[in-house]
């Protein structure tokens, strides 16, 4: 199945949940649905809903939950020497399933590690923007951080900022938490290991990523725990949902850069009338399209492939 499918298509995909009734439905987040295996694995099913502001748009970006998948699965392939992660596979053959839900299935699923999920986005930031440049401009500071004066919008900053944040369920916002809080919640050594291997994530990624002409700005990751107290990378990781993926060619310190993301979209929603609370807007067709591309962009540069 093509990537890039025509945005009227958007509107014959499902809206809410994936169509997969032989599976026990457990979860659904944002933009995953998860369903339980068996007493140790899970399938996690990347859809096609978008959130933006914490609030799940009602428009579709037709295939995303597939690239997302394809950029999750290389990345969780990358950074296996750092920390390992919940991915066990992703040939779902084995699975008792209707010929309609496996090929709803084929290339948006994984087949997980039944973990403990650690409630805290793990949000790592290297350059100067979005909500951080808005706490800059007023307290030279992101997320009460001291930062060095005249920084200018999109800036590097001098080392990446390990700045946590809850974990909201859909339709609630995230909210920033000092690390002080964060070892109140869950203890002194493993915040300690949450924020060292975040940031050595993010240095590896961002080395990566930028011999490959794309700058990651900021992304989050998620962790769990097996029975033994073993961290693992979970979720997603480094995909154009959960980064900003600037490229390098037109990046320029100072002004608003372009983006491989979600970005573009939470750009339109800025220039509405929009208080950030459901219900939020259609996306027009044009602005689907357009982030499809970004989407199939960050993909392309990041693997070297088009997902077919």
């Known amino acids: 199945m093509s990537v890039l499918t025509s945005p009227d298509q958007q509107l014959l995909m499902p809206d809410k949940t994936d169509p997969i009734t032989s599976l026990e439905h457990i ?6 649905d998860i369903y339980r295996i068996d007493e140790n694995r899970l399938l996690f099913v990347a859809s096609d809903r978008l959130s933006a502001f914490d609030v799940v748009m009602p428009t579709l970006i037709p295939d995303k939950g597939r690239i997302l998948t394809r950029v999750a699965e290389f990345w969780f392939e990358q950074t296996a020497h750092i920390v390992p992660n919940h991915l066990l596979g992703s040939d779902i053959s084995e699975l008792a399933l209707t010929a309609e839900e496996a090929e709803w299935l084929q290339g948006r699923s994984m087949i997980v590690k ?12 290297g350059y100067l923007v979005g909500s951080g440049w808005k706490e800059y401009q007023q307290s030279q500071s992101v997320c009460s951080i001291p930062l060095p004066a005249g920084l200018q919008l ?12 809850t974990k909201a369920a859909a339709g609630d916002h995230d909210e920033n938490i000092s690390f002080e ?20 994530l993010y240095r590896y990624a961002s080395d990566y990523a930028l ?15 097996d029975e033994q107290g073993q961290l ?14 600037w490229p390098v060619d037109s990046y320029q310190a100072g002004v608003s850069p372009e983006s491989y993301d979600k970005q573009f979209i939470r750009d339109w929603l800025e220039n509405l009338d929009w208080d950030k609370t459901p219900p939020a807007p259609v996306i027009p067709e044009d602005i689907v ?8 962009e960050a993909l392309t540069r990041l693997t070297g ?3 077919q």
């Open 211 to 225: 011999q490959r002409g794309i700058i990651i700005a900021d992304t989050k990751f998620e962790f769990g725990l």
């Open 27 to 32: 979860a659904s987040g944002k933009v995953r």
């Open 232 to 245: 693992y990378l979970i979720d997603e990781a480094l995909t154009p949902d959960s980064s900003r993926f």
């Open 289 to 296: 399209h357009q982030t499809q591309k970004k989407y199939n």
């Open 181 to 200: 809080v964060l070892v109140d919640q869950i203890g002194q050594q493993l915040a300690e290991q949450i924020r060292d291997v975040s940031l050595s």
């Open 154 to 165: 999109a800036d590097k900053l001098p080392e990446p900022l390990f700045t946590p944040s």
């Open 114 to 125: 039944s973990l403990k999920v650690i409630p805290v986005e793990a949000i790592v930031r």
């Open 305 to 307: 492939t088009l997902q």
